[in-house]
């Protein structure tokens, strides 16, 4: 029998997706998860509503669909386009180095596109469920319909890679010429700590990042990787008009600080997700353990605690950028994107935020993430945002000098609880005392 490539390499997507999955990672299909039972509630479910309800409409174009009006919908904005050309997606036979998926974003929704593609895809995170996926058929023809999709989309966006939560993964994977991608080179999963030499195969990047490498805007002919890889001419490009036909996305940009940013978020949500569950299942398993053993509904078991300071901790320390890789030269966008998401704050009385870009030696100026202000940070398990809230608290007022949290000097320490007492709201008592005192 004779296999098209393109099959074969879905097929094997899928198995090596499978193959990394712990036998125990659907335990959030039990309770108190619940999974797939679960009404989501999250940006994309609640514009369902309002398109059954009348409130709102999608408006359908020839070119791109209903992409445009989604994402004016959505609040998504263009400057977040981002191109990818690796067969490594739903629709990978819509996609190639001349055909690229573009993929826009905002803090909390996600949509990808393809030309002459079936559907969009759309994914949200909710602070119940980690992260929500769903499809909108590309098709004119009666009401548009959001749906949303579960099995297919868990297959990748469920295992070890997505710390075992529903969420989303970043690969950096080299491809040949047609896009698909060559296994035997290896992939990278990409958030804020990769080094810039491993990030975006497989991607399309504009922007200007000095001498800094990477592996972006490349192709390799054949099936071998060079060891060697000379990847000069995809370097500090500022447009891709000979490599894609532009007019058919809504940017001509695959923006480097775009690229940046979502691998920080998706890695972070995760996380936040993560967070959410374990300390819910911690807390389920309490109440039982309690229950059969007689003991007080309030008894708080040494073994909660260590559940929770697991799934807590490495939350620390990512939303303070530990291990972050350091840029050695400035970097810069194209398409505006830098501005628009830090103009959205909040600020604090000085004008200061945790939006502000750096973007010389590191992301973000001041080094916690933006995310403590999402829905899904915020409405974590109390206990869970309490051991995250307090911990945050020991590294800021410097209490704890811990190795790990030696690239935050004293001056951005204070900055950072300055600027989140004036922007935070609900923070516990400790974080009103000066530190030191």
């Known amino acids: 029998m004779c296999i098209s490539?393109?099959?074969?390499?879905?097929?094997?997507?899928?198995?090596?997706?499978?193959?990394?999955?712990?036998?125990?990672?659907?335990?959030?299909?039990h309770e108190p998860i619940r999974y797939s039972k679960s009404d989501p509630h999250n940006r994309v479910s609640q514009l369902i509503e309002r398109l059954e309800s009348g409130q709102a409409r999608l408006q359908y174009d020839g070119k791109m669909g209903y992409l445009r009006s989604l994402l004016n919908e959505l609040s998504v904005p263009v400057s977040s386009q981002t191109l990818v050309f690796s067969k490594t997606s739903l629709q990978r036979h819509r996609i190639a180095p001349q055909s690229p998926r573009g993929l826009y974003f905002s803090d909390d929704v996600y949509?990808?596109?393809?030309?002459?593609?079936?559907?969009?895809?759309?994914?949200?995170?909710?602070?119940?469920?980690?992260?929500?996926?769903?499809?909108?058929?590309?098709n004119p023809a009666g009401p548009p319909r959001i749906v949303r999709q579960a099995d297919n989309c868990l297959i990748c966006h469920s295992s070890?890679?997505?710390k075992d939560v529903p969420g989303h993964l970043v690969r950096s994977v080299m491809t040949d010429t047609a896009g698909f991608p060559i296994l035997s080179a290896g992939t990278y999963r990409?958030?804020?700590?990769?080094?810039?030499?491993?990030?975006?195969?497989?991607?399309?990047?504009?922007?200007?990042?000095?001498?800094?490498?990477?592996?972006?805007?490349?192709?390799?002919?054949?099936?071998?990787?060079?060891?060697?890889?000379?990847?000069?001419?995809?370097?500090?490009?500022?447009?891709?008009?000979?490599?894609?036909?532009?007019?058919?996305?809504?940017?001509?940009?695959?923006?480097?600080?775009?690229l940046m940013v979502l691998?920080?978020?998706?890695?972070?949500?995760?996380?936040?997700?993560?967070?959410?569950?374990?300390?819910?299942?911690?807390?389920?398993?309490?109440?039982?353990?309690?229950?059969?053993?007689?003991?007080?509904?309030?008894?708080?078991?040494?073994?909660?605690?260590?559940?929770?300071?697991?799934?807590?901790?490495p939350l620390v320390e990512y939303l303070l950028f530990c291990d972050e890789a350091e840029l050695t030269h400035r970097i810069q966008g194209t398409s505006g994107f830098a501005n628009e998401f830090a103009q959205i704050g909040p600020r604090d009385r000085h004008g200061r935020s945790l939006r502000d870009f750096d973007l010389e030696t590191r992301m973000f100026k001041y080094r916690c993430s933006y995310l403590i202000y999402?829905?899904?940070?915020?409405?974590?398990?109390?206990t869970a945002r309490d051991y995250v809230m307090r911990r945050l608290w020991e590294v800021l007022s410097g209490q704890d000098q811990s190795p790990k949290f030696a690239h935050l000097p004293a001056q951005e320490r204070q900055a950072i609880l300055e600027i989140l007492r004036d922007t935070l709201p609900d923070l516990p008592d400790c974080w009103r005392a000066e530190p030191g005192t």
């Not at 074969?8 to 659907?26: D, E, I, T």
């Not at 393809?114 to 996926?133: H, I, K, R, W, Y």
């Open 5 to 29: 490539k393109p099959y074969f390499f879905a097929v094997l997507a899928c198995l090596w997706a499978a193959l990394s999955q712990p036998v125990w990672s659907q335990e959030y299909e």
């Open 111 to 138: 949509v990808g596109f393809c030309q002459q593609g079936d559907v969009l895809e759309l994914s949200a995170v909710d602070p119940n469920l980690g992260t929500v996926f769903y499809t909108l058929d590309q």
């Open 160 to 162: 070890s890679q997505t």
């Open 190 to 258: 990409i958030e804020h700590t990769s080094p810039l030499e491993k990030r975006w195969g497989g991607w399309y990047v504009t922007g200007t990042h000095g001498p800094q490498k990477h592996l972006g805007n490349l192709t390799i002919e054949g099936n071998q990787v060079p060891r060697e890889i000379d990847n000069q001419a995809g370097m500090n490009l500022k447009e891709l008009g000979d490599r894609i036909p532009s007019d058919r996305y809504l940017s001509a940009h695959s923006d480097i600080v775009a």
């Open 263 to 313: 691998e920080h978020q998706t890695e972070a949500q995760n996380l936040i997700a993560r967070s959410n569950f374990l300390t819910r299942q911690a807390l389920h398993y309490q109440q039982a353990l309690n229950r059969e053993l007689h003991e007080p509904e309030d008894h708080v078991w040494e073994s909660t605690k260590s559940r929770i300071k697991s799934a807590g901790e």
């Open 374 to 382: 999402s829905p899904s940070f915020r409405e974590l398990p109390a």
